[in-house]
């Protein structure tokens, strides 16, 4: 799944995509957090107090996800979205970047942690097997699925036009921004973290993981993996000192991938896998228009 220009498939989903990609995930995220800010006593008598589990907070999460569905499905039909999902099945990747996932990320929030002075002074917080299960499960159904947008649609599309590098560094400052509105809401997460640490290690992680998602020849499974990791409840709280560790772990990645990262050879620009497809695509100015 490297960069080809000369064949048509992989220009399927054109880059213009990113436009309605953004309204969508920031309209419907922001529009349903803005209405519990603004409105609030009327929408918790409707709904309930919002909290990082209601099922309205779930729809804001998964806003980068159901853009992608929408705009693929739209252009390239159900056929074009099932190849799109195949990339879930993607996995092969060099053992360092497993390594990295399973253990280096979890040693990056040790190392926030003891930092931050609660290593050894916070106690696990899970008192059985069973509120764990739950809290993963929950977890693992959350914030990953935003990897069917952020990497799976809007990460190739933005490296049409970029090196990888500052394409990592545009996705990043747009993805950290999004999350903008939980850190105003109190009742979630984010609202008891301070916003600019987390806005400088979002950016970092997404250099990190746009190594990541070439390096494994345009997985989601893999970034999906990754976004687990971040969010696994079983790690220390170590905000915001794990930002520093983050970071320090972005500049090594790109060094040492310092010869993919700047330039456009091996970057993954496709959306959607090559494959025969005998559906015309359909562009989103025009319905039986030619793709650009």
């Not at 979002?202 to 746009?210: D, E, G, K, L, N």
Request: aromatic share 14%.
């Amino acid at each position: 799944m490297t960069t080809d220009t000369s064949g048509a498939d992989n220009r399927q989903i054109p880059v213009i995509s990113l436009l309605p990609f953004l309204l969508i995930t920031f309209g419907l995220a922001w529009g349903i957090l803005a209405l519990f800010m603004f409105l609030p006593e009327q929408m918790t008598e409707i709904f309930g107090k919002l909290s990082g589990q209601h099922p309205l907070f779930f729809l804001a999460v998964y806003a980068p996800a159901i853009a992608a569905f929408v705009i693929i499905t739209y252009i390239s039909g159900p056929g074009g979205l099932r190849r799109y999902l195949s990339r879930l099945l993607i996995w092969q990747c060099s053992p360092a970047w497993y390594a990295f996932l399973i253990i280096g990320i979890p040693l990056l929030f040790y190392g926030g942690s003891a930092l931050k002075g609660n290593l050894f002074t916070e106690a696990f917080p899970f008192a059985s097997i069973q509120p764990l299960l739950i809290a993963l499960l929950l977890v693992a159904i959350k914030g990953p699925i935003e990897e069917f947008g952020w990497r799976g649609l809007a990460l190739p599309l933005l490296q049409r036009k970029f090196a990888p590098i500052w394409a990592a560094l545009i996705l990043g400052i747009i993805w950290g921004f999004w999350h903008l509105p939980a850190f105003l809401l109190s009742g979630t997460q984010q609202s008891t973290w301070s916003f600019t640490p987390f806005f400088a290690g979002t950016i970092a992680i997404s250099f990190i993981v746009t190594a990541l998602f070439n390096a494994s020849r345009g997985s989601i499974l893999l970034p999906a993996l990754m976004h687990f990791q971040l969010i696994n409840p079983v790690w220390p709280d170590a905000q915001p000192y794990d930002t520093i560790f983050f970071i320090t772990a972005a500049v090594m990645v790109v060094w040492f991938n310092k010869k993919t990262m700047f330039t456009n050879e091996g970057a993954v620009t496709e959306v959607i896998p090559m494959a025969e497809n005998r559906e015309k695509p359909r562009d989103l100015g025009n319905r039986t228009g030619k793709v650009s």
